[in-house]
């Protein structure tokens, strides 16, 4: 059994930062690709930002430069600092990760950004 348990998220005016940070544990034999996705009720769920185990990110356009993955292989986490937010930003943030080549995600945390 393996849980993923996020945690930050929060309330943050617009252009300040905030960090998301998501944990795995259970039984893990290796986890692969960490991704961050968010959703806005209504819409899809969408992938923010990726990382692969070698430590190579991918980001969506409209967060490049503002937002930064990063994972921890060892402790089996994954964060998401993100600065210079805006109003759009604002969503129930997922992590996933790709763990003994099965996806798990995590519960979701609201991030609120004011404007």
């Known amino acids: 059994q393996v849980q993923l348990q996020a945690s930050g998220g929060g309330l943050v005016q617009a252009g300040g930062s905030l960090g998301l940070s998501c944990a795995a544990s259970?039984?893990?034999?290796?986890?692969?690709?960490m991704s961050w996705y968010r959703q806005v009720p209504g819409n899809q769920r969408e992938q923010v930002a990726s990382?692969?185990?070698?430590?190579?990110?991918w980001y969506r356009g409209s967060v490049a430069g503002r937002f930064t993955i990063s994972r921890n292989n060892a402790n089996y986490t994954v964060d998401l600092q993100m600065s210079s937010l805006i109003p759009d930003d604002t969503a129930v943030y997922y992590c996933n990760m790709v763990v003994n080549s099965y996806a798990y995600w995590g519960q979701g945390t609201l991030v609120t950004v004011s404007s």
């Open positions: 990382i692969t185990s070698g430590g190579r990110p």
């Open positions: 259970g039984s893990i034999d290796s986890i692969g690709l």
